[in-house]
């Protein structure tokens, strides 16, 4: 599970970490029984303090999302809809913040909606999309 | 920019507490009226311009130097009074490193100090010593600053103390072995419940590591609060202004403003996005544009110009 | 932490072990050379005796070397250390001032093996030399010796004395290595600069001399009234500490037959002796712990 944390991004670490399970579940990198890594290695990996990671683990698993074996660590939960619950919840994510964005940059929100289908459809003409759609397979 | 920016101590027990303490070696003050919070388990880093007192703190906490004034607690023991009792919890990498044990091998020094410690974990003090890339059988004279650094590094971590002070803990390391050094500590602090003091100029190398910040500038405390609280209210606006705009009074800046194109320019302002937003609004301005910070550039706002980069 | 117990702080044995071995550490160079100097002057006394066909006898009393060795250990014990301020003595978990006193112990401790094992290495040249340990000698006393008149010596004016060896004088260099080591480790321990110290003593001491004698006063020049005179060479004085006086009291003179002898103004007290060792040690006792009281934690600054 590669996470990446953005020190410019407005959340709180904690927040961004759970946001980057849920990613990974909609895309499939991980999936329902699958364990997740320790907090001693996230952290270690991610130089994070661990008690930043064990908040994102707690939040998750008190969304159901997760759950802890004891002594075994924290494995995806098998009633997790990846695909419902989580895709619904990351694309809110995602609309919130291009709604903040827009008000910032003076946009409204029909104006946004169009504009984002203007976009969508001159990026299909090009070979290689840029990132911005948010239904992503490559991990890499 | 004299005024305090605090957060209320957060309630439960602080690892750390100053009160009021100065320190001036002869006519400069390197610490005045400084109170010092850092929670349990926190990771606090302490930021500052050279001189600013950030290596003065962490003496004062060791007893390494008396306050003139006021007073400091490690764990509710006050550290002039019961000195031996607050070393005794506490992992310490100085700043410099310069000791009578030239001669010693590096083992040697480790078994040296883990005399002195009760809680010394043996097997974790080598397998720090193996991760840290020490070679146990040079002289501690012979070590480089950076060999040195991991040395005390070692020293500071196998006993697992329940409160690290780390001065510059990455000074002189090369890329590779700093980014190692913090990824052992944060798997340090998940295998035991730590609090962390860091003074340090790397900032960015704590971005993810720190939960706590303290500015100190000048000897006193200009700003301490949590991380998140940090990213949440000093934030970097782009305002477009009309002409004679006055900025309203209630404004809390931290930082000059800087001149962008035309009527815009860029200003780092404390407080919650929306009250910001709207006090400007109110004002006349146009709000453009909001960024957050990373953890170096929102604690360097709390600086002058002249040392901020 | 507030759940967990606190660490404790270590045993004072565990404190007093350590700095034994550290001390000890520190001290193998100069032990080194030492050692090889003690090897070079072996060889040549030996090659003299063996020359000569002489004898040493066993006066262990007579040696300056404890008293010096004594006076220059604490540079060795408390090289690189940084006495004042953040030295790394001072951040582990120990009170400041026992732990200098800790320290100082040590020290202590070396140097008293090491006197002995120079002891032990002055008895073995007497005993395969042949020399007499506890025979009695006869001395040349000669008391009416001065300064002033180092002509030639009339035979007649020296006296022959039969002297017994006193074994307690044999305790002479541990007592003399301990009264310099207490006083240097508290010059030490005491002050930041102590090189400034014995400099500024030295020329403040020549300075008044050089004034005394200029100015013809009597008890600031140099010469037997001098107060400093006392101090070293009177009956209580420095020289007492260090070699019961004998390095004082004997001295080579030249006889008008042209014979070159060893003669003694006076003979050791062993109760001047007893007396000047407890006074200089208890001084020195006294400095040490006024100078370790400077590093005092548990008060203000």
Same mark, same amino acid.
């Given at each position: 599970m590669l996470v990446n944390l953005d020190p410019?991004?407005?959340?709180p670490l904690y927040l961004q970490i759970m946001d980057e399970v849920r990613r990974a579940l909609v895309v499939g990198t991980l999936r329902p029984e699958d364990p997740l890594p320790s907090v001693r290695e996230l952290s270690s990996e991610l130089v994070v303090n661990p008690r930043t990671v064990s908040q994102a683990y707690r939040e998750l698993e008190r969304e159901g999302v997760v759950y802890v074996r004891r002594g075994q660590g924290t494995f995806v939960a098998p009633g997790a809809h990846p695909d419902d619950q989580e895709r619904r919840a990351l694309a809110r994510g995602v609309a919130k913040r291009a709604l903040l964005e827009a008000r910032r940059n003076g946009v409204g929100v029909e104006e946004l909606v169009t504009i984002i289908r203007e976009v969508a459809t001159e990026e299909e003409g090009e070979p290689s999309g840029s990132a911005s759609a948010a239904n992503q397979g490559d991990t890499e | 920019m004299s005024r305090l920016i605090h957060s209320d101590p957060e309630a439960g027990a602080c690892a750390v507490a100053t009160h009021g303490l100065c320190k001036r070696y002869g006519g400069e003050t390197a610490l005045e009226g400084v109170d010092l919070w850092v929670p349990d388990g926190a990771v606090y880093v302490l930021i500052g311009p050279n001189g600013a007192g950030k290596s003065t703190t962490l003496k004062v906490l060791m007893n390494l130097e008396r306050p003139d004034a006021g007073t400091a607690e490690v764990f509710g023991l006050d550290t002039v009074r019961r000195g031996p009792e607050v070393r005794a919890q506490v992992g310490y990498v100085p700043e410099h490193h310069d000791h009578g044990?030239?001669?010693?091998?590096c083992g040697r020094l480790l078994r040296h100090v883990a005399a002195y410690y009760p809680a010394w974990d043996p097997a974790y003090a080598d397998h720090l010593s193996r991760a840290f890339d020490?070679?146990?059988?040079?002289r501690v004279g012979a070590l480089s600053k950076g060999e040195a650094r991991r040395l005390h590094l070692v020293l500071a971590l196998a006993h697992r103390p329940p409160l690290l002070l780390l001065d510059e803990p990455t000074d002189g390391l090369d890329p590779v072995a700093r980014n190692r050094t913090l990824a052992l500590l944060a798997e340090h602090l998940a295998d035991s419940p730590t609090t962390v003091l860091v003074s340090t100029h790397q900032i960015y190398e704590m971005e993810s590591l720190a939960d706590h910040i303290g500015v100190l500038r000048e000897g006193r405390l200009v700003a301490q609060m949590p991380r998140d609280e940090l990213k949440r209210t000093v934030r970097r606006y782009r305002i477009e202004v009309p002409e004679g705009w006055e900025a309203p009074p209630e404004l809390r800046s931290a930082g000059p403003r800087r001149p962008g194109a035309g009527r815009e320019f860029q200003w780092t302002l404390v407080g919650e996005e929306r009250e910001v937003t709207d006090r400007l609004t109110l004002s006349g301005a146009r709000v453009r544009e909001v960024t957050t910070l990373g953890l170096e550039d929102a604690a360097l706002a709390f600086l002058p110009e002249e040392v901020s980069r | 932490m507030i759940e967990t117990a606190l660490h404790p702080t270590p045993r004072p044995r565990d404190v007093l072990r350590e700095q034994l071995r550290a001390v000890g550490l520190a001290l193998r160079v100069p032990a080194a050379a030492t050692v090889a100097l003690v090897g070079l002057v072996t060889l040549l006394l030996t090659a003299e005796l063996l020359r000569e066909g002489g004898r040493v006898d066993f006066h262990p009393e007579h040696q300056m070397l404890p008293s010096v060795v004594g006076l220059l250990l604490p540079i060795a014990v408390w090289r690189g250390e940084a006495r004042f301020g953040a030295g790394f003595l001072w951040?582990?978990?120990?009170?400041r001032r026992r732990h200098a006193l800790a320290r100082v112990f040590a020290g202590w401790a070396w140097l008293m093996a090491a006197i002995a094992l120079f002891v032990l290495w002055l008895l073995a040249f007497t005993l395969l030399s042949g020399g007499s340990l506890l025979a009695e000698e006869t001395l040349r006393l000669l008391p009416s010796y001065s300064v002033r008149a180092p002509g030639p010596i009339d035979p007649a004016a020296v006296r022959s004395v039969p002297w017994t060896p006193q074994p307690l004088l044999w305790l002479v260099p541990f007592t003399a290595a301990t009264g310099t080591y207490l006083l240097a480790s508290a010059l030490a321990l005491g002050s930041r600069y102590p090189l400034r110290w014995i400099i500024g003593t030295v020329l403040g001491v020549f300075l008044v001399g050089a004034i005394g004698d200029a100015a013809d006063v009597k008890w600031l020049?140099?010469? #037997?009234?001098? #107060?400093l005179e006392s101090l070293l060479n009177g009956p209580y004085g420095l020289d007492t500490l260090f070699t019961a006086r004998t390095e004082s009291l004997k001295i080579d003179v030249t006889l008008s037959t042209g014979e070159s002898v060893v003669v003694w103004r006076g003979l050791p007290d062993l109760g001047q002796w007893a007396a000047a060792t407890l006074l200089w040690i208890g001084a020195g006792v006294l400095a040490l712990l006024a100078a370790a009281s400077r590093h005092r934690e548990g008060r203000p600054a």
């Open positions: 410019h991004d407005a959340r | 044990y030239r001669w010693m091998t020490l070679r146990l059988d040079r | 951040t582990l978990p120990v009170e020049a140099f010469g #037997p009234s001098n #107060p």
